[in-house]
Structures are given as C-alpha cells and as structure tokens.
C-alpha cells in the first residue's frame, strides 16, 4: 500500500509543473521593464527654410518601470488587459543667440502612463507572439532661460500606444519579454496655472505631433 502511495504522490509530483507550463500564459502577472527611449517631432517639414539648422529634434534616454496585467488563455489565442508605469532619462539641452543675447533651453521626458490591451497566440507552450495596443499620457518639462530670467513649465500629451513582442515562459511562473512599442502624441494639456511678468497661461489643450520609440525587455511572474 505504502508503495502505491509513492508512486501517486511522485506522479502528482512531476505532473503540476507540466500543468503549470501548459497555462502558463494566463492569470494575473506582474513586470519589471527596461530599455531604449527616444521622443522626436512627427512633423515632416521639407519645405521649412529654417529645418536644415534645426538639428537633431530628437530626445533619447534609457527607459525602467513596472507593469501589470491579467491574461485569458483561450487556446490557442490569449487575450488580456495591462497597465503600465515608466520613467524616462531623455533629456535635450540646446543654446541660440539672437541679438547677442543667448537662450538656453531644455527639455526633458518624465514619468508615462499605459493602459491598454493585447492578443497573442502560442508559437510553442512556452513562446507567445502577441501584439498590443492602448491610450498613453507622458510628461515633458520645458525649461527656458536668458541668463536673467527663467521659465518653466510641465505639461501633459496623450496619444495612442501600438506594439509587438514575444514573451518566454521559464520555471514554473516566470517569464521573460522583449518588445517594441510605437507612441504617437496628439494633445498636449497644460494643466498648471502660470503667472510670470507678461506671462499668463491656465489650462488650455493644443494639439501636437510627436513620436516615440521603445525597445524594450521585461521580467516578470505570474500569480
């Protein structure tokens, strides 16, 4: 009798992670993602007399935050929602003289929020191809200065959020995902009251063109 027991346990045993393995792409989960980040104008300005001395209109910087999600494995296909919070090291730094005055200005990204959802289907039990889509709204600081006086302003952009990657199941509940993302911001939303000399700025909406692109890799488990 006592044999038998043995053998059911160690059957159990050695059947749970392979159950594990094959469901492993649903349930709630939890990530921590780092990677490339670069914001840049969406504007295509060829006629512009003055876009040949722009410069690089680009912001780079590394990128880290959290993320979560619950999946559905319906499958062959899983389906699932997601939430995101990031920040950004992109900062840009440029200096113009007009008149023998010189203007200093900076710009820089900050924290980005995510929600949205994805769909994906199974290559092996182990690897999901999924793509992904939702609605992103980031910060940007702008800071200006004349050597004299100084200005600056934080302000909101939304847009919409478009992406593609391939997550690796490891262990029993881990995981491991590379991704690309594709953001473009429509509307930009100062939200702050400003009142500085012949300053004044409340709350207004205007609407912008700016593009992001993200590489990035996560880590994460599964509960």
């Not at 059947?15 to 939890?30: C, I, K, L, Y």
């Not at 003055?50 to 494995?73: C, L, P, Q, R």
Request: no cysteine; glycine share 14%.
């Amino acid at each position: 009798m006592r044999k038998y027991l043995f053998a059911a346990l160690a059957a159990t045993a050695f059947t749970t992670p392979a159950f594990a393995q094959d469901s492993g792409f649903s349930g709630f989960r939890v990530e921590g993602l780092a990677g490339w980040d670069r914001l840049q104008s969406g504007e295509e300005d060829g006629g512009s007399e003055t876009s040949a001395d722009d410069g690089d209109e680009s912001i780079e910087g590394a990128m880290f935050g959290v993320g979560v999600g619950y999946d559905f494995d319906l499958g062959g296909l899983v389906a699932g929602i997601e939430g995101e919070l990031s920040e950004s090291t992109g900062e840009q730094e440029s200096d113009e003289s007009l008149d023998g005055v010189t203007f200093t200005s900076r710009v820089e990204t900050g924290r980005d929020l995510y929600v949205g959802g994805r769909i994906g289907f199974k290559v092996n039990p182990g690897t999901l191809v999924y793509a992904k889509a939702g609605y992103t709204n980031t910060s940007l600081n702008a800071a200006f200065g004349d050597g004299t006086d100084s200005l600056d302003l934080d302000n909101n952009v939304d847009g919409l959020r478009l992406g593609a990657g391939a997550e690796f199941l490891f262990g029993r509940n881990a995981f491991f995902k590379t991704e690309y993302r594709y953001s473009n911001y429509t509307t930009l939303d100062f939200s702050d009251d400003f009142d500085e000399g012949d300053l004044d700025f409340e709350d207004f909406e205007t609407d912008i063109d700016l593009d992001r692109h993200q590489l990035i890799a996560g880590v994460g488990f599964r509960f």
